[in-house]
Structure formats: C-alpha cells, structure tokens
C-alpha cells in the first residue's frame, strides 16, 4: 500500500550510522557520475504543478499534515497534566501525596513547637503577674507602698493627756481583728513591727513621740471595723472612761500615706524554700 | 510543489488559528501525524526512485495515517496505549529514517 514499504533494490542500512560498508552496495546499482543530474531532474519534473485530481488531493493532504504538525505542537506546549498518561499521573500523585504528608507532619511539629513557646511565654506572664500581685500584698503589709481604699477615720481627742499606749495597742488590734490591711496613726505606718511605748513625754510609736489628737486611719471594710470600735465594753467605752473623745467617720476612698522604712534584718536570715515546680 | 507549498499553508493556518484538539483524538493526532511524515518521506524516495505515483502517494498516506491511530486505539482498548505507541513511533521513526538514507544517497550519492 505504501510506497516506501516496497523495498527498494539496495539492502536497508544502519540506518543512525551510516558507514563506509554501504557505499559499495549501492555503488554497481547506480552510476555515481550520472546520479546526481538526474536526481535533481526527477524532482525539479515531479515538482511541477500538475492539475491532475492526485495532485489536489496529495495538496490537501498536506495542507492537513501541516496543520496537524502545529496543531500538535502547540497542543503539547499549552498540555499540563491531561496529556500525561495514567502511569504517569499516579506517579505525579504518589509524590504529591508523600510531599503532602512531609509538609503535614512538618506542620505539625512546628504548631507544636508554637503552642509550646506561647504556653510558655502565657506561664511566664501568669508567673510575672503572680509575682506582682505579692509583691503588692507583701509591700502593702511591710507599709512601703501607701494604700487606698474604703476605711474609717478615727479621731481620739485627748484633752487631759490620759490616753496611754496600751489603749492605742489595743485600738490598733481591735482594727487589725476587724480585718483592717492598713493601718496609720497621725503620720506613722501600722506595721508587724510597729512598738508601742509609754515614755516619759507620753505615748511613743517605733521611737517617735506622739500626742494627741490621735488620728487613726485605717483601710478596711468600713462596716465591720466601725461597729468593732463601738462594741460595749471595747475600745470607745474605754477611752470615754479615760475622759477621751473618739470620733469615727467611715470613709468610702481614703488614703493611707504614711511610709514605714523597712530596716534590713541583721540576724534573721530567711529558710530557703525549695521553689515550687 | 504544491504539495510543499500546502504543507506550508497548513503550518501557518496551524500555528494562527490555535485549534483545539478534541478531546478524542489527543491520543491519535501525533502517531498520525508521524504515520504521515512516514508517507512523505516514502513519496519522496518514490519520486527519486522514479517510481512515483499520485495514487499511490495519496493512498498510503491515508492508510498509514488511519493504520497508525487504529494501533494506537487497539493499544489504548488492551491496556497497552503507550506501549503500543512508542512501538508505532519506533517502527515508524526506523522507515523514515531509512527513507532520508535513500534520498540522501540519491541527491548527495553519499
């Protein structure tokens, strides 16, 4: 049927190598000086246009071979994945898939190694406001920080000097009993090492001579520490026997001011404590 | 000559019109378009051979054309397409090699 498929007089060569050895086959076939004349004659007459209904037609068809060779061309430029073959694609995929999995797992550590740093980081700042949250209680306690809040205000009027240092004691742990956290008397802070001291010149608060009126300020729920002042038998009934005057005013914001300035212990030394995991 | 020239024409109409190839025939159209150069380079010989026919021409280009796709459909039924297809290729790509080697050594005689 086709015309290449008839074998033609000489032996089919190597076709990639062409050698030496095929040159004397074809050589006794043809006449080597008269080839080449009528080679270039044959297809020069061939090429002729003819208008015979073969010729149209062999035109045609390679108007369409010429077509299909750019159709062909462009297509497997623009193809992506579609012009591949199944084996290819599952190959395609099965990387796809480890890929996928390398970066999952990737992923995963790193959002690990996220949650890690940011619990991290969120334990530190609950630790950090811990620290500051004691740090308030204890310098409000040591009386290094003034204090404000909701209190009473008390005024012991002393007009013939009978007001003795127990009874000022004895006001300050009845506030204290009342849940009192701040504590001033006139302009000296209440704290755990506050002494009291009847000297010679009167009442003496930490060394420092005080005299009335006595002005007791003192931050706590108002309620509580009002009503333990006035219980009978307490400390205002104490102090009008002694020929005092008290007066007490509840206070919804007031200020306790005064600063005590802690001194560094010379003997004590503090038990370390194994720091809690 | 005006074979050559169409082959031209079509080239161009190819390469400005874009077409698409169906979706059907993707497998088909380069093992057809091989199976044509096939027959062209075989005409070609033919016509230095002296033993050139239009007929004949025009009838193995369409039978090579419709053979090449048949095989590559056949191969595509059996589950054996791109076996089948490199197979064409490969027997087709040896003819049109020994083809050129005719037609060098009638227009170079080497």
Do not use: W
């Amino acid at each position: 049927m086709s015309q290449s498929s008839s074998p033609g007089p000489r032996p089919d060569p190597s076709v990639k190598n062409p050698s030496a050895k095929e040159r004397p086959a074809e050589a006794p076939s043809k006449d080597p000086s008269a080839e080449n004349s009528p080679a270039g004659k044959t297809l020069l007459r061939m090429a002729r246009p003819r208008a015979t209904k073969a010729n149209a037609l062999a035109a045609l068809l390679a108007i369409l071979l010429g077509f299909a060779v750019a159709t062909q061309v462009r297509q497997n430029q623009s193809l992506g994945l579609e012009s591949l073959r199944q084996s290819e694609l599952v190959n395609i995929l099965d990387n796809t898939t480890l890929r996928s999995s390398r970066l999952d797992q990737e992923a995963r550590d790193l959002q690990a190694t996220r949650d890690q740093l940011v619990s991290g980081s969120t334990s530190g700042a609950a630790a950090l406001k811990a620290a500051q949250e004691r740090l308030d209680a204890l310098r409000i306690l040591a009386g290094t920080s003034r204090a404000r809040g909701p209190g009473i205000r008390m005024t012991i009027g002393d007009p013939g000097d009978k007001v003795t240092a127990p009874l000022l004691l004895d006001a300050i742990q009845e506030l204290r009993d009342a849940g009192a956290e701040a504590i001033q008397v006139n302009n000296i802070r209440i704290v755990a090492s506050t002494h009291f001291n009847q000297g010679a010149s009167g009442v003496e608060i930490d060394g420092k001579s005080v005299t009335g009126p006595y002005s007791i300020t003192a931050i706590g729920d108002p309620a509580t520490m009002s009503s333990a002042m006035e219980i009978p038998g307490g400390l205002s009934e104490n102090a009008r026997q002694l020929g005092a005057t008290i007066n007490i005013d509840q206070v919804k914001d007031l200020t306790v001011g005064a600063l005590h300035m802690p001194i560094a212990p010379r003997y004590a030394r503090p038990v370390p404590v194994p720091a809690p995991t | 000559m005006i074979p050559a020239l169409g082959l031209l024409v079509g080239l161009a109409v190819g390469l400005f019109l874009h077409p698409a190839v169906p979706l059907a025939l993707q497998p088909y159209l380069p093992i057809a378009v091989i199976a044509a150069l096939d027959a062209v380079f075989g005409g070609l010989r033919a016509v230095l051979d002296g033993i050139f026919n239009d007929k004949v021409f025009v009838v193995s280009f369409l039978s090579n054309v419709v053979v090449a796709a048949f095989i590559v459909f056949l191969g595509d039924q059996l589950g054996v397409g791109s076996q089948l297809s490199t197979g064409v290729v490969v027997v087709l790509g040896i003819r049109i090699f020994s083809n050129v080697a005719s037609i060098r050594r009638h227009l170079f005689r080497a």
